[in-house]
């Protein structure tokens, strides 16, 4: 409970509805824009993994009115069927955003959702962001009070925290009561899950589409007071109690102070987040030492528990399971220098030269490196050992290098499915999006 008598949840309510637009540094609003070109590009590039014609067809087999679109597809779904596709889309290549307060990836639970009702109930570009800023905010903060335990448990938070974050962000673009966004916090955490052990399989991407459709599901019931848990997140056999996790009032405490889009780190290696640091720890030694491949006697990765969760598979088999194996990650990062999505397919995963390396190399679960840093050791056959130390969520770039690599990986992957005319004019309006007085504008370029 805070000085007023009011519990966390009530709290989380009140700051998704009174937080004024206003207030919010226009900074943030450019991280956010960014954030949405990032999540865009992955879109269409993962429009075409088998996974999203599956739910298309699941979809069409439900039937349903055509209110918001999919993605790369000339098609229209229902809002929750688009949201569930998008968001499922989105994630498929792992090549999203994450954030460490989110325990994973927030985009891809929120935009889905967001951009589904903004079309359908013609938002503006401002309320579009601003629901965004302000439901990451809120997934961010639950998050970092979940804390790794809850992780550590076997959740997987990008499900479990992406209900919420959607469930919020989504009450703010309705323009929700206070009492509404608490019961659209409570449906949306009642419907929360998302289990690790299935990362490497179609599941994990379905775990964002599908928080992002659940968290607009507990918004529009909540619309028509539809009841649920006024203190979901600290009640007792709450979401904490249940799930790992406690109110942390220092945490709490910052809501409205600071924004953590601002902390978003995209990613630059189309795999898992956890092996981006071993990937970017053995790339130094190769440079900066001028290291010949046939000289490596070995390689050693040490890595955290949580990495080796999330990306500790030895021998994968397919590109997808190539995506969580740190060994694959390191020796094809070494071997050929391309990490985009054309390092990760079945026939590159058992290519026997990739093999090779990946025999040479040992993942040590260390206890002294934590969360996503990696010591990477190269020994070579004279003997000589080069290491090198990296943490990918502490090399998060200034504003303006962010904006430059993302606009730059944007058209990477968005030029061949759209062509560049096409590309260049959906990037001009991201870059404008706050003076859209329609979402629709936009939404109609996304066929």
Same mark, same amino acid.
């Given at each position: %409970?805070?000085?007023?008598?009011?519990?966390?949840?009530?709290?989380?309510?009140?700051?998704?509805?009174?937080? *004024?637009?206003?207030?919010?540094?226009?900074?943030?609003?450019?991280?956010?824009?960014?954030?949405? %070109?990032?999540?865009?590009?992955?879109?269409? &590039?993962?429009?075409?993994?088998?996974?999203?014609?599956?739910?298309?067809?699941?979809?069409?087999?439900? !039937?349903?009115?055509?209110?918001?679109?999919?993605? !790369?597809?000339?098609?229209?779904?229902?809002?929750?069927?688009?949201?569930?596709?998008?968001?499922?889309?989105?994630?498929?290549?792992?090549?999203?955003?994450?954030?460490?307060?989110?325990? !994973? @990836?927030?985009?891809?639970?929120?935009?889905?959702?967001?951009?589904?009702?903004?079309?359908?109930?013609?938002?503006?570009?401002?309320?579009?962001?601003? &629901?965004?800023?302000?439901?990451?905010?809120?997934?961010?903060?639950?998050?970092?009070?979940?804390?790794?335990?809850?992780?550590?448990?076997?959740?997987?938070?990008?499900?479990?925290?992406?209900?919420?974050?959607?469930?919020?962000?989504?009450?703010?673009?309705?323009?929700?009561?206070?009492?509404?966004?608490?019961?659209?916090?409570?449906?949306?955490?009642?419907?929360?899950?998302?289990?690790?052990?299935?990362?490497?399989?179609?599941?994990?991407?379905? @775990?964002?589409?599908?928080?992002?459709?659940?968290?607009?599901?507990? =918004?529009?019931?909540?619309?028509?007071?539809?009841?649920?848990?006024?203190?979901?997140?600290?009640?007792? *056999?709450?979401?904490?109690?249940?799930?790992?996790?406690?109110?942390?009032?220092?945490? $709490?405490?910052?809501? !409205?102070?600071?924004?953590?889009? $601002?902390?978003?780190?995209?990613?630059?290696?189309? =795999?898992? @987040?956890?092996?981006?640091?071993? %990937?970017?720890?053995?790339?130094?030694?190769?440079?900066?030492?001028?290291?010949?491949?046939?000289?490596?006697?070995?390689?050693?990765? @040490?890595?955290?528990?949580?990495? +080796?969760?999330?990306?500790?598979?030895?021998?994968?088999?397919?590109?997808?399971?190539?995506?969580?194996?740190?060994?694959?990650?390191?020796?094809? &990062?070494?071997?050929?220098?391309?990490?985009?999505?054309?390092?990760?397919?079945?026939?590159? $995963?058992?290519?026997?030269? $990739?093999?090779?390396?990946?025999?040479?190399?040992?993942?040590?679960?260390?206890?002294?490196?934590?969360?996503?840093?990696?010591?990477?050791?190269?020994?070579?056959?004279?003997?000589?050992?080069?290491?090198?130390?990296?943490?990918?969520?502490?090399?998060?770039?200034?504003?303006?290098?962010?904006?430059?690599?993302?606009?730059?990986?944007? +058209?990477?992957?968005?030029?061949?499915?759209?062509?560049?005319?096409? =590309?260049?004019?959906?990037?001009?309006?991201?870059?404008?999006?706050?003076?859209?007085?329609?979402?629709?504008?936009?939404?109609?370029?996304?066929?």
């Amino acid at each position: %409970m805070s000085e007023n008598g009011a519990g966390f949840t009530e709290r989380l309510a009140s700051f998704i509805v009174s937080t *004024q637009a206003a207030k919010i540094p226009q900074t943030v609003y450019e991280h956010a824009k960014v954030a949405f %070109m990032d999540w865009l590009a992955v879109t269409f &590039a993962g429009k075409d993994d088998p996974l999203v014609k599956i739910l298309i067809d699941y979809a069409d087999m439900m !039937g349903g009115n055509e209110q918001a679109t999919i993605i !790369g597809y000339r098609m229209r779904k229902d809002v929750s069927s688009a949201a569930l596709i998008n968001g499922s889309a989105s994630h498929s290549l792992d090549y999203d955003d994450t954030l460490v307060s989110f325990l !994973g @990836h927030p985009s891809v639970t929120i935009f889905p959702s967001l951009l589904a009702l903004s079309e359908w109930r013609g938002k503006s570009g401002r309320d579009f962001l601003t &629901a965004y800023i302000i439901g990451l905010q809120a997934g961010g903060t639950v998050g970092a009070c979940a804390s790794l335990d809850h992780y550590m448990a076997g959740w997987h938070a990008t499900s479990t925290l992406g209900h919420l974050a959607s469930a919020a962000a989504c009450s703010r673009l309705l323009g929700l009561s206070e009492k509404q966004a608490q019961y659209a916090l409570g449906i949306g955490a009642t419907q929360s899950s998302g289990l690790k052990r299935v990362f490497g399989t179609m599941c994990k991407p379905f @775990h964002a589409g599908r928080s992002s459709q659940s968290g607009l599901m507990a =918004s529009l019931l909540a619309e028509k007071d539809f009841t649920s848990a006024e203190d979901i997140l600290e009640g007792p *056999q709450g979401f904490f109690e249940a799930l790992k996790g406690k109110v942390n009032e220092d945490i $709490v405490g910052l809501l !409205g102070l600071g924004w953590d889009v $601002v902390n978003l780190s995209q990613k630059y290696h189309a =795999s898992c @987040h956890a092996t981006h640091s071993p %990937m970017e720890a053995s790339l130094e030694v190769i440079k900066n030492e001028k290291v010949d491949l046939d000289a490596v006697r070995r390689i050693t990765v @040490h890595a955290s528990t949580l990495s +080796l969760q999330a990306a500790g598979k030895t021998e994968p088999a397919t590109g997808l399971e190539g995506k969580f194996s740190i060994p694959y990650c390191v020796a094809n &990062a070494l071997l050929r220098g391309e990490t985009g999505m054309q390092a990760f397919t079945d026939e590159k $995963v058992n290519d026997p030269a $990739v093999r090779s390396i990946m025999k040479k190399i040992t993942v040590l679960n260390d206890p002294e490196i934590k969360a996503l840093e990696s010591l990477v050791e190269i020994e070579l056959d004279d003997g000589k050992v080069f290491k090198s130390f990296s943490d990918i969520l502490q090399q998060i770039p200034p504003l303006d290098v962010k904006k430059a690599r993302v606009k730059s990986k944007f +058209l990477d992957l968005c030029d061949p499915v759209l062509g560049k005319v096409k =590309s260049r004019s959906i990037m001009e309006k991201i870059e404008t999006l706050e003076t859209l007085s329609d979402m629709r504008d936009i939404s109609e370029d996304l066929w």
